[in-house]
Every structure is written in C-alpha cells, then in structure tokens.
C-alpha cells in the first residue's frame, strides 16, 4: 500500500468498502446544517427573553433561520439535479431530508425572530 494510497482525499467506511462521494457528502452536509438551524431556533423559542448561551435570543433566531434556509437550499438543488431515484447511491433521501429540516428550521426560527420582536410586559 503506497502513501498516496493511505493519503486519498475520499471518504471511506471500514465495513464492506463503503465510500461516501460527494453525491452523498453534499446533502448530508446541507442536513445537518438544517438540523443544527432546528436546534438553535428552537432553544431560542423555547427560552424566555434574554440571552441564549453567548447571543441573544434574537441572534440565535436568526442564525436558525439563515441555517434552515440553506439546508433547504441546497437540499432542493440537489435534490433536482440528482439522477435516479432513492437508494440509487445519489443523496436524494439527504436531500428530502435537508429540506424538511430545513423549512421547520426555518419556521421555528421565524417564530422564534417574532417572538423576540415583541415588547415584554412586565407582570
């Protein structure tokens, strides 16, 4: 086995020679970006005015929404330039599936972005 060999820029699994390629890396990538934007509109939904961790809750809304909208991105691009169909090896189910995260992402940071908005009554 040579160096370059040991030193190739593919992703590779030990089971059964397994290699994840870019047709699957992409929307696996855009997915988890759009889960990260649930996540985070989420928690700042969910927590009372303030901050949210580092941020505010306002700027935590409004990473969520900026990484739901590019999961979805990139999940519908991908997913109409894919060929064949599921389990063909191309990515479309990570594409779907960015997709839907990403528009509950982003609309569980569009509330969370209104909810900021809004004055706090006291009492």
Same mark, same amino acid.
């Given at each position: 086995?040579?160096?370059?060999?040991v030193l190739?820029?593919?992703?590779?699994?030990?089971?059964?020679?397994?290699?994840?390629?870019?047709? $699957?890396?992409?929307?696996?990538?855009?997915?988890?970006?759009?889960?990260?934007?649930?996540?985070?509109?989420?928690?700042?939904?969910? %927590?009372?005015?303030? %901050?949210?961790?580092?941020?505010? $809750? %306002?700027?935590a809304a409004?990473?969520? /929404?900026?990484?739901?909208?590019?999961?979805?991105?990139?999940?519908?691009?991908?997913?109409?330039?894919?060929a064949g169909?599921?389990?063909?090896?191309?990515?479309?189910?990570?594409?779907?599936?960015?997709?839907?995260?990403?528009?509950?992402?982003?609309?569980?940071?569009?509330?969370? /972005?209104? %909810?900021?908005? $809004?004055?706090? $009554?006291?009492?």
């Amino acid at each position: 086995m040579s160096v370059d060999h040991v030193l190739a820029v593919h992703l590779s699994l030990a089971v059964g020679g397994y290699e994840v390629g870019a047709g $699957r890396t992409v929307p696996t990538v855009a997915a988890v970006l759009a889960l990260i934007g649930v996540v985070v509109g989420g928690v700042a939904l969910a %927590r009372p005015a303030g %901050r949210v961790g580092p941020v505010g $809750r %306002r700027a935590a809304a409004v990473v969520g /929404l900026v990484l739901g909208l590019v999961g979805a991105v990139v999940g519908g691009l991908h997913a109409a330039n894919s060929a064949g169909g599921l389990g063909t090896g191309n990515g479309l189910a990570g594409a779907v599936a960015a997709v839907v995260l990403g528009l509950v992402g982003t609309i569980v940071s569009g509330l969370a /972005l209104a %909810r900021s908005r $809004r004055p706090v $009554r006291p009492g």
